[in-house]
């Protein structure tokens, strides 16, 4: 258990369906991540949120938006994916962005 | 060619044999993250270093700045070590890159 939350652990989604992936801690932590993992390759940074403003968008398609509404939770807001999409989601935080970051336990998302 | 390497890829040891996974890395750093990822996706954080060795329990990591490298390894592998073990370095803070893992099994 390391403190960081995602919800949920699984989804399968359809392409033309609208769902959020959750990302909650309760560390005190100011920076949070988005990650994504395919399969065979390398994780991958996709956003970066310190104290609520985005700081880091890694080239990520409009299909994924990002949502920080306070330090404590980090959303995903997931629209029109595509089957590639299929991944690994993982959130992670740590106290400033140069500190150790704590990792959820990922949300595996199958896209339909 | 990623700019994060590791090696080997996969890894298989009888319980009690020492482990070495290494990572190679082509950029400048703040720090190396070594991550732990077990089945199922969780990961758990092992070490972040900027110079020289740190020790936890019957890990150990080392890095060589000078020649961008780092170590980890096991001690007294045990079949609850079989794992994915993740290189990733931080140009900038925790904007991090990663290597592509190292999946470890360890046979009793």
């Known amino acids: 258990e390391t403190g960081v939350t995602q919800t949920p652990r699984h989804l399968v989604m359809g392409m033309t369906n609208k769902k959020s992936l959750k990302c909650e801690q309760h560390l005190g932590h100011n920076a949070m991540y988005w990650y994504k993992q395919s399969a065979k390759k390398p994780l991958e940074l996709m956003f970066v949120y310190n104290f609520k403003e985005q700081t880091e968008n890694n080239s990520v398609p409009s299909r994924f938006s990002p949502e920080c509404p306070n330090s404590s939770h980090l959303f995903l807001h997931l629209h029109t994916l595509q089957p590639e999409d299929s991944a690994l989601y993982l959130c992670?935080?740590?106290?400033?962005?140069?500190?150790?970051?704590?990792f959820g336990q990922g949300t595996r998302l199958t896209v339909v | 060619k990623n700019e994060v390497e590791q090696s080997p890829q996969n890894l298989t040891a009888q319980e009690g044999e020492f482990i070495t996974i290494n990572c190679s890395y082509s950029?400048?750093?703040?720090?190396l993250h070594w991550l732990q990822q077990h089945p199922g996706g969780g990961i758990v954080s092992l070490f972040m270093?900027?110079?020289g060795k740190k020790k936890h329990g019957r890990l150990i990591a080392t890095i060589n700045i000078q020649e961008k490298h780092s170590s980890l390894h096991i001690t007294a592998s045990h079949p609850r070590d079989s794992a994915v073990y993740i290189c990733?370095?931080?140009?900038?803070?925790?904007?991090?890159?990663f290597g592509g893992g190292t999946r470890v099994l360890v046979k009793p």
């Open positions: 950029v400048g750093i703040s720090a």
């Open positions: 990733a370095v931080g140009a900038a803070g925790n904007k991090l890159t």
């Open positions: 992670a935080s740590s106290l400033t962005g140069h500190t150790e970051a704590f």
């Open positions: 270093l900027s110079s």
